[in-house]
């Protein structure tokens, strides 16, 4: 039987699957996506897409995995009628300081991420104050 996940069990799940993404703990961010979780993220180099747990928890490891240093500055998990939004915004290290930014709405049942449709800002280059 499948179950809706109530609003404070989805707010978990997207808490959970933000501090995942910040500890680079890629095992641990596939358990909360579902076997079949239909995947759709664009970011600055196209449209990315996946139909499993493995492929989709692939993209986001490809897309922090290489960094020296990941910094979560800010996140924000809260319902939106019946999807998660879920928002995110890192510093990262690896040949400069970039900040990166996603926006992502999920269906979540059972405990697990059903649908994840995900924007992403791209790595920005930091630049220093000018004051």
């Known amino acids: 039987m499948t179950t809706v996940a109530t609003t404070h069990d989805s707010i978990a799940i997207g808490r959970r699957f933000v501090d995942a993404i910040a500890h680079r703990a890629w095992d641990e961010l596939a358990t909360y996506l579902d076997d079949a979780v239909q995947f ?3 970011t600055g180099k196209g449209l990315f897409s ?6 989709a928890a692939s993209h986001l490891k490809t897309w922090f995995g290489w960094l020296d240093q ?3 500055l800010s996140s924000e998990v809260q319902p939106m009628h019946d999807r998660l ?3 995110y915004r890192f510093r990262a290290h690896k040949d400069q300081w970039y900040l990166i930014e996603q926006q992502a709405y999920c ?3 059972d405990g697990q991420i059903k649908q994840i449709y995900l924007v992403c800002s791209g790595f920005r280059p ?3 104050s000018l004051n």
């Open 40 to 42: 759709r993220g664009l």
């Open 85 to 87: 939004h879920i928002s």
């Open 107 to 109: 269906s979540v049942e």
């Open 126 to 128: 930091e630049i220093a």
């Open 70 to 72: 990941l910094t979560l």
């Open 50 to 55: 996946a139909d499993d747990r493995a492929s």
